[in-house]
């Protein structure tokens, strides 16, 4: 990273203004551009964990009905502690996802077993749980229980090297650099609702290839959109 690179994030990080204008920039587009799945519509964190769980390198289309089959079938940890392994896999072979039927049984009997049947509100208590990844972990604390707890993939780790203009590499979702930019950013009045926006306009607005600058909400904050977005000709709308 050169210098100048981390002085310019440094500034608009640690500028409070700044900070404010990008969390209501994107709460508002947020609240008008929201993508609907069905755990998103709940904050139980058991169901949250379980949607996590599920959606890990999985297409979130494909999850949605094998989702809400489990969620019928194992509405609590007790209920999946309990389950059969072929129950499972049956469950699961929509996903291709037979590797993590184990871990999945295993981990609700650990909720059981450790916790009393609760899901902590604790990351590495989380994350000490059999399958649960740091990212899993961080999106469970964030989404069910509304803590300021970053959740960096390969989306939320390209919306802030291109708004901070921060090179971005395979590492940077372990980056402490990265953490700590999602941190500050989304340490405001709702950081589920600003984590769950950035989300979005990753998938919306801000593609891998080819970014719709011209409509992004952030693009005069953004040291992409600054630079490249006047190259495109602005469309109407975000598009669906």
Same mark, same amino acid.
């Given at each position: 990273m050169r210098q100048g690179d981390a002085g310019a994030a440094g500034a608009l990080? &640690?500028?409070?203004? +700044?900070?404010?204008?990008?969390?209501? *920039?994107? /709460?508002?587009?947020?609240?008008?551009?929201? !993508? &609907? @799945?069905?755990? !998103?519509? +709940?904050?139980d964190?058991?169901?949250?964990l379980l949607a996590e769980v599920l959606l890990h390198r999985t297409r979130a289309d494909q999850v949605v009905p094998v989702y809400l089959a489990a969620v019928e079938r194992y509405p609590d940890p007790a209920a999946m502690a309990r389950a059969h392994? !072929?129950?499972? %896999?049956? /469950?699961?072979?929509?996903?291709?996802?037979?590797w993590r039927v184990p871990l999945m049984r295993e981990m609700a009997r650990q909720i059981l077993r *450790?916790?009393?049947? %609760?899901?902590?509100?604790?990351?590495?208590? /989380?994350?000490? /749980?059999?399958?649960?990844?740091?990212y899993i972990a961080g999106a469970v604390c964030c989404f069910a229980f509304g803590m300021p707890e970053p959740v960096l993939? &390969?989306? &939320?780790?390209?919306?802030?090297?291109?708004? @901070?203009?921060l090179p971005v590499r395979d590492?940077? !979702?372990?980056? %402490? %650099? @990265?953490?700590?930019?999602?941190a500050r950013l989304i340490d405001g009045p709702d950081p589920r609702e600003l984590t769950l926006s950035m989300l979005d306009l990753a998938a919306r607005i $801000?593609?891998?290839?080819?970014?719709? $600058?011209?409509v992004c909400p952030l693009r005069e904050l953004c040291a992409h959109g600054r630079s490249h977005g006047t190259e495109k000709r602005a469309a109407g709308g975000a598009g669906p």
């Open positions: 990080i &640690t500028d409070p203004g +700044t900070l404010e204008e990008l969390r209501s *920039r994107l /709460l508002i587009w947020g609240r008008e551009n929201r !993508r &609907t @799945f069905p755990w !998103r519509e +709940t904050r964190p058991w169901r949250v392994l !072929r129950d499972l %896999r049956r /469950l699961m072979r929509p996903l291709g996802l037979h *450790r916790h009393g049947g %609760r899901i902590p509100p604790d990351r590495q208590a /989380l994350q000490a /749980l059999p399958g649960v990844s740091d993939d &390969t989306n &939320t780790v390209r919306v802030l090297g291109r708004l @901070f203009g590492s940077s !979702r372990r980056s %402490r %650099r @990265f953490r700590d930019l999602m $801000c593609h891998p290839r080819d970014p719709e $600058c011209p």
